[in-house]
């Protein structure tokens, strides 16, 4: 059974950060980019960040590109989403995401709909 289990949400003060962290069991996501994705209550969910299987490249929303950081370990089959210079607007449940695009571009890694596999989300509290 393949699972995607995040960890790592809570609450944080405006300014602070956290580290968000998958978990993927029942197969090797070696080859499957992965990606992170976040919903805020009434809104639509948005993608964050992703990387590729290789773990070469990686792609970032220009809400998020410069404090947060994405980054896999091949060998654990993970993937984590450092968060810095958090923001009230950044107050959403997160989501962890697998999938293997034919081609990889922003515009590709983006959508949620290349993704296979999804987590059950944790929430991410930042106070004013």
């Known amino acids: 059974q393949v699972q995607l289990v995040e960890s790592g949400g809570g609450l944080v003060q405006a300014g602070g950060s956290l580290r968000l962290s998958c978990a993927a069991s029942?197969?090797?996501?070696?080859?499957?980019?992965m990606g992170w994705f976040r919903q805020a209550p009434g809104k639509e969910r948005e993608f964050v960040a992703a990387?590729?299987?290789?773990?070469?490249?990686?792609y970032y929303a220009d809400s998020v590109k410069g404090r947060f950081a994405i980054s896999r370990d091949k060998a654990m089959n993970t993937v984590s989403l450092e968060m810095n210079s958090l923001k009230p607007e950044d107050t959403a449940v997160y989501y962890c995401?697998?999938?293997?695009?034919?081609?990889?571009?922003?515009?590709?890694?983006?959508?949620?709909?290349?993704?296979?596999?999804w987590g059950q989300g944790t929430q991410v509290t930042v106070s004013s």
């Open positions: 990387i590729r299987g290789s773990g070469t490249t990686t």
């Open positions: 995401a697998a999938g293997r695009p034919r081609f990889y571009n922003i515009v590709v890694m983006s959508n949620p709909e290349v993704y296979e596999y």
């Open positions: 029942g197969r090797t996501f070696s080859d499957y980019a």
